[in-house]
């Protein structure tokens, strides 16, 4: 069971990037995929996460919404974490998180998670 991230750069300020997580070995229903980052020195944060069960339902933190998106291609068996309207505090190493779990609720923190990807570095120039 992997997880690749990819999509980070470096990107003006309002600008958009669109991240990707693509599972392998698994595939996206029945889990609870997270997106986090990081700052060197800081902890990791909770950016975003989609449960994936009797339907889906995405959960973003206060910091991102409006502004981030999760969506995912079936076909491709990936998920997007779309952002928009970037900030230079949006600059951080994002990662997304896999956790097999039915649950109604989010998973906000990293140690619920057991499969992670190995990040992706976000640029926001200002």
């Known amino acids: 069971v992997q997880l690749q991230a990819s999509g980070g750069g470096l990107v003006q300020a309002g600008g958009s990037l669109r991240l990707s997580c693509t599972p392998s070995g698994f595939t996206l229903d029945g889990y609870v995929i997270g997106w986090f980052r990081q700052v060197p020195g800081k902890e990791r944060e909770w950016v975003a996460c989609?449960?994936?069960?009797?339907?889906?339902?995405?959960y973003y933190a206060d910091s991102v919404k409006g502004r981030f998106t999760i969506s995912r291609d079936n076909a491709k068996n990936t998920l997007y974490l779309q952002m928009n309207s970037l900030k230079p505090e949006d600059t951080a190493i994002y990662y997304c998180?896999?956790?097999?779990?039915?649950?109604?609720?989010?998973?906000?923190?990293?140690?619920?998670?057991?499969?992670w990807g190995q990040g992706t570095q976000v640029t926001v120039s200002s």
């Open positions: 989609v449960r994936n069960n009797r339907g889906s339902a995405y």
């Open positions: 998180a896999a956790q097999e779990k039915f649950t109604m609720r989010p998973l906000l923190d990293q140690g619920e998670y057991k499969y």
